[in-house]
């Protein structure tokens, strides 16, 4: 019998798919991935990101061309190395920069505070998107009050379609504006180590001015998931860095951000999850105090449930806090992503379903404790599996296939009775 592998891989939303080195290559059979349209799924990505960003209360980024050049490049890179992460090595194949400020400067823009989001080998925009949007710090990354234009590539290896990369750099306009003008030779104060030209004087009315600006444009509070947002992911695997590292998998992190061009002094008095039936959810609270990577700000919290939550399911936010030493409250609502195909849940690490011949369901594995996740997946052949989520796949039968099988995943084993 042949055997199919799939592995997932998570990092920020990440996975690929590969073979299993202990099963000969002969009896293995590799899930390729069709070829995308990256011009399309650039456009389509910016569309989509700029969506999420209004709904949120924040406005529209600019396109950067300068930041889409450096972006594009490092998309490159990403792909040809098999590599992740924010850094490049020189010497290799399309290296163009160590690091996003570097690239940024090779791609001639002007101003070195950049910040950058990257997936890697996650299939489609929305996939990339709603994977950073999980991330809290690249979700923060994303909804930056100062950061207003942006640059967006995306690159898959035409010989390996599983390999591929979106990369999102992020700028400042009115800082990069600044930079491309005359250096500041006056007498009042002013900085310099922030252009491309390390020399170049900025007056530090200006450059603190141009920080500010976008965040008059900006809603007094800014929340995640917004009020009445539907499809969002019930889970949160892992981020680099992680902001949760003794959790393999959790909730999907909700979060408020206080728009500090309003407000001098912020007190956030309680911040809870309820689902449903109004229970409260058992979660941890990140703030800039207890922050493990110290990434967070004084303005930005965010609450993870120690448990994922449901599918289809609604869950209700209320967030109480004292700005200037007015007491306030937020109330509002979102929905988990709905599952609308033939669906089971298996509790523990043995399962049985029945499915008819030629059909499609989902399983979920219901993790048993905060570790328990599925990493690798043995099925044979005549079945396509798909990864959800680490938690959750998707079952397709050919029509041809007529006999029960067994789905394993080390010590889970889920027996399929196949029906006509």
């Known amino acids: 019998m042949k055997y199919i592998l799939t592995v997932l891989l998570f990092v920020v939303f990440i996975y690929t798919i590969s073979t299993h080195t202990d099963i000969p290559k002969n009896r293995v059979i590799q899930i390729k991935v069709p070829l995308m349209d990256t011009r399309y799924e650039k456009k389509m990505a910016f569309d989509y990101l700029n969506t999420l960003r209004q709904n949120a209360g924040m406005p529209y980024y600019f396109t950067s061309k300068l930041l889409g050049s450096a972006a594009q490049s490092h998309a490159n890179y990403l792909v040809a190395n098999h590599s992740i992460g924010h850094s490049e090595v020189p010497g290799r194949k399309d290296f163009t920069g160590t690091n996003p400020m570097s690239r940024a400067f090779k791609a001639n823009y002007k101003v070195g505070m950049i910040r950058e989001n990257v997936t890697k080998n996650v299939f489609g925009y929305k996939a990339s998107i709603y994977g950073l949007f999980s991330a809290i710090y690249h979700r ?12 967006i590539g995306v690159a898959q290896d035409l010989n390996d379609t599983n390999q591929n990369a979106y990369v999102f750099d992020m700028g400042i306009y009115e800082l ?30 200006l450059f603190f001015k ?36 003794d959790y393999d998998v959790s909730g999907f992190p909700v979060s408020i951000q206080f728009n500090n061009y309003y407000f001098k002094r912020i007190q956030l008095i309680s911040f809870e999850l309820f689902d449903s039936n109004d229970k409260k959810l058992k979660a941890r609270l990140l703030t800039k105090q207890n922050d493990p990577n110290l990434r967070f700000k004084e303005n930005q919290y965010a609450l993870f449930p120690l448990k994922r939550l449901s599918f289809n399911a ?54 048993q404790n905060r570790h328990d996740i599925l990493k690798t997946l ?43």
Request: charged share 30%; hydrophobic share 30%.
């Open 378 to 420: 043995h099925f044979p052949s005549g079945v396509n599996a798909e990864f959800l989520d680490q938690n959750t796949i998707k079952i397709t039968l050919y029509s041809n296939h007529k006999s029960s099988f067994k789905i394993t995943s080390a010590k889970k084993i889920l027996k399929v009775k196949v029906t006509d």
């Open 140 to 151: 923060f990354g994303f909804l930056d009050f100062q950061t207003d234009e942006i640059g």
């Open 176 to 205: 990069n504006d600044l930079c491309t003008q005359k250096s500041y030779g006056g007498h009042a104060k002013y900085v310099y180590h922030v252009c491309k030209d390390a020399n170049h004087r900025i007056k530090k009315e």
């Open 314 to 367: 609604r869950y209700k936010v209320i967030a109480r806090y004292k700005l200037d030493g007015e007491k306030g409250e937020s109330i509002w609502s979102f929905y988990t992503r709905k599952i609308p195909k033939m669906f089971f849940k298996i509790r523990g690490d043995k399962g049985s379903i029945t499915i008819k011949n030629g059909s499609t369901c989902i399983v979920y594995f219901e993790p």
């Open 210 to 245: 141009a920080l500010r600006f976008k965040k008059s444009q900006i809603k007094k509070i800014v929340i995640y998931p917004y009020d009445g947002q539907k499809d969002i992911p019930p889970a949160f695997y892992e981020e680099t860095p992680d902001p949760l590292p």
